[in-house]
Nanobody, 128 residues
């Protein structure tokens, strides 16, 4: 079991930056691959980024590539999402998720059903 708590959401102007954090408690954090998903208003939850258990591999959705950076600090049981050059279409509730397995395959890491643990979400609003 692992519990996840996100923080860092808020309101930001288009072109601005925001950093999200997700702190995990429970089982050993380093045994989980981690992902960030987002759910825009009126839409389904979608994949944004994922990171391997040791942080050596990162993966991004095309929509956020070269703007967002996922990282983790296993000593602090925390995964981060740094979001730069934000756009109004980035407005969403952002969720961190933990997967008891790898994320090397696209079909796995981008599938919400492959993650067994979720945080409560944090709102990110980008104004134009």
């Amino acid at each position: 079991q692992v519990q996840l708590v996100e923080s860092g959401g808020g309101l930001v102007q288009s072109g601005g930056s925001l950093g999200l954090s997700c702190v995990a408690s429970g089982r050993t954090f380093s045994s989980y691959s981690m992902g960030w998903f987002r759910q825009p208003p009126g839409k389904e939850r979608e994949f944004a980024a994922a990171i391997s258990r040791n942080g050596g591999s990162t993966y991004y959705a095309d929509a956020v590539k070269r703007r967002f950076t996922i990282s983790r600090d296993n000593a602090k049981n925390t995964v981060y999402l740094q979001m730069n050059r934000l756009k109004p279409e980035d407005t969403a509730v952002y969720y961190c998720a933990a997967r008891d397995g790898g994320v090397i395959f696209t079909s796995v890491r981008e599938n919400v059903n492959e993650y067994g643990y979720w945080g409560q979400g944090t709102q990110v609003t980008v104004s134009s």
